[in-house]
């Protein structure tokens, strides 16, 4: 099972700020990764596929980066609706597993 | 507009049995695989099963595997998990989500808003 370990478990910023979140897998998953959004009491959210292909309806201000085993999701300028639990997935191999999470929290 | 509207979640002893449901509308749904993911009170997703547009293909997680069947019903636009030896640790929110992708599950582009399992005496 490939282990995606997300950095940092918190982010307190403040908006506007730029934040700057982290996968790494235990193994190469090249670019078969995906970001999610969830807010309090919701679903989640595609945000980002194949590492960094914006899902449908999603802000220019979201963007990803990576490949191997080093993921980053970046949110250029964080907007008060942007502060929620952030998650990678990979489907490179057999479970599909997601990181634990990390929540951007305000500052 | 796609729609997931998942039923079936309750109260369920352990060792019991329970069937989940998820409707879906608003897009061709032999066309795309479909999952199951859950989330346990306060913790993170957990990718649970997985199954190919034409249903021929599912796929599961390790934890359920022997104990959950997923299926689906094309004419229907309907997917199931069918749950079994419910322990409490199966107790969480299952969501349904739709795939990108039509034959092996991999990315979650729609999701339900959830039903609550809860196992316990």
């Known amino acids: 099972e490939i282990v995606l370990t997300q950095s940092p478990a918190t982010l307190s910023l403040s908006p506007g700020e730029r934040a700057t979140l982290s996968c790494r897998a235990s193994q190469s998953v090249s670019t078969y990764l995906a970001w999610y959004q969830q807010k309090p009491g919701q679903a989640p959210r595609l945000l980002i596929y194949d590492a960094s292909n914006r899902a449908t309806g999603i802000p220019a201000s979201f963007s990803g980066s990576g490949s191997g085993t080093d993921f980053t999701l970046t949110i250029s300028s964080l907007e008060p609706e942007d502060f929620a639990v952030y998650y990678c997935q990979q489907r490179f191999n057999w479970p599909r597993t997601f990181g634990q999470g990390t929540k951007v929290e305000i500052k | 507009e796609v729609q997931l509207l998942e039923s079936g979640g309750g109260l369920v002893q352990p060792g019991g049995s329970l069937r989940l449901s998820c409707a879906a509308s608003?897009?061709?749904?032999?066309?795309?695989?479909m999952n199951w993911v859950r989330q346990a009170p306060g913790k993170g997703l957990e990718w649970v099963s997985g199954i190919s547009g034409g249903g021929g293909n599912t796929y599961y997680a390790d934890s359920v595997k022997g104990r959950f069947t997923i299926s689906r019903d094309n004419s229907n636009n309907t997917l199931y998990l069918q749950m079994s030896s419910l322990r409490a640790d199966d107790t969480a929110v299952y969501y349904c989500?739709?795939?990108?992708?039509?034959?092996?599950?991999?990315?979650?582009?729609?999701w339900g808003q959830g039903t609550l399992v809860t196992v316990s005496s």
């Open positions: 608003g897009f061709t749904f032999s066309s795309n695989a």
């Open positions: 989500a739709k795939d990108r992708w039509s034959s092996s599950p991999g990315y979650f582009d729609y």
